[in-house]
């Protein structure tokens, strides 16, 4: 559309508008022959991805804040950031120069705030990555030869494939796809690995904790070995499988919502605390069977250790009540039911039960053996509960 400017006013009244509107201007000039003559104006329009409202939807669910540093003029930003959906008022948008010109504590106080900068050289963007990660873990994307600097003093440095050769240099990251939402779903990626592989430590560190005290201890109380060495090797087996699967488990948006980390503290405090339980578990499965025999102990107490570990896996996926934490994820059930079915089967065909020292269970014992477990269980969920509510109320870690 052509549009005839009468004078100066109608050309800033212009421009403000179309600033206020997103667009990029820029001025034209020709040569004449004799000199450079202004032709007009050009306005851009830089169009956001489709993807945008909800990569910026799903990233404030991941408790992410992005912020935009850029060169633009400040009603361009500004136009930019509430399309984008990252605006709600207009406090929340500053000029680089007129941040950084407030007093040093107001600056602390208010960066993490401010969701554009508008006007912002390449010093300018340095030194506010670095008062950023004062109070953030701090990724940044860029892609031109300016931002070397602060892809440089970023914890996080992202580029796209067609950025120039030296932010490529200076990149932790090259994206292949020119998308944010990548970046987004990286990020929940790695919080759901994250969460899967606490679920594995606290597993793990609970089921042998309680297996390794008991053994320990009930070799110290008979005269014989609680469990054969190929029982235990097979016990490991029967019940590692399923705790692999736990690497594609279901996680709960909980979990992802805000980032993790490895707590050493809440970890020794799980495992003692549920270990011992485990740990009292077994000991009534000693005391219940010992006396009878050597064989009848060594199968039951095999059988039990496998049913329990399974259960536990269900149980200990979530430090959050186990109706609110969600269903295990398919591989898991796939692998802990034949597990549980060849636990059962191993005792009762005479090869197997020859080959690795068992005998054939009484139903009397089987059934007291699952009664056991699942009242296991019940109480694990009972202490776990006022557990993780401590533990979350101490430190948000776990989940």
């Known amino acids: 559309m052509e549009q005839k400017l009468a004078g100066l006013e109608d050309v800033g009244e212009w421009l403000a ?23 007009g104006f050009v306005s851009f329009i830089d169009r956001l991805k489709d993807s945008t409202l909800e990569t910026v939807k799903a990233a404030r669910e991941l408790h992410v804040q992005i912020t935009i540093i850029t060169g633009d003029a400040l009603l361009v930003a500004e136009a930019v950031g509430r399309e984008a959906g990252l605006l709600t008022n207009a406090d929340e948008v500053m000029e680089a120069s007129a941040f950084l010109a407030l007093p040093g504590e107001e600056q602390l106080q208010k960066v993490g705030q401010i969701r554009v900068f508008a006007r912002t050289t390449p010093e300018q963007k340095l030194h506010l990555i670095e008062m950023l990660k004062l109070q953030f873990t701090v990724g940044f994307l860029g892609e031109g030869i300016n931002d070397a600097p602060a892809l440089k003093a970023a914890h996080v440095s992202l580029v796209v494939e067609s950025a120039a050769d030296i932010a490529r240099e200076t990149a932790d990251i090259v994206l292949l796809k020119n998308d944010l939402r990548v970046i987004v779903d990286g990020i929940r990626f790695g919080r759901e690995t994250h969460a899967n592989t606490l679920k594995y430590i606290r597993a793990t560190l609970v089921g042998n904790f309680g297996n390794f005290y008991a053994v320990a201890i009930g070799s110290l109380l008979i005269d014989f070995l609680p469990m054969l060495p190929k029982q235990l090797l097979l016990l490991n087996l029967l019940s590692d499988f399923p705790m692999i699967a736990i690497a594609m488990d279901n996680v709960s948006p909980r979990e992802v919502e805000r980032p993790q980390k490895y707590d050493f503290r809440s ?14 578990f077994d000991f009534i499965y000693f005391a219940l069977f010992y006396r009878i025999s050597p064989q009848v102990l060594q199968t039951n107490w095999f059988i039990a250790s496998v049913v329990t570990e399974l259960f536990l896996i269900i149980s200990i996926r979530s430090m959050l009540p186990i109706e609110k934490a969600g269903r295990p994820a398919w591989p898991i059930i796939a692998l802990s039911v034949p597990a549980l079915a060849i636990t059962l089967a191993l005792p009762l065909i005479p090869w197997t039960r020859e080959f690795f020292g068992f005998i054939q269970p009484q139903p009397a014992h089987l059934a007291l053996i699952l009664g056991l477990a699942l009242l296991y269980v019940v109480i694990n969920e009972i202490v776990k509960r006022p557990l993780g509510r401590y533990l979350r109320e101490g430190n948000g870690s776990q989940s």
């Not at 034209?28 to 000199?35: A, L, P, R």
């Not at 970890?267 to 009292?280: A, D, E, N, P, R």
Request: charge should be negative.
């Open 17 to 39: 508008t179309e600033e206020r509107q997103g667009h990029r201007v820029l001025g034209v000039s020709y040569n004449d022959g004799e000199e450079a003559r202004f032709a």
């Open 267 to 280: 970890m020794y405090i799980i495992f003692i605390t549920l270990g011992l339980l485990s740990t009292v």
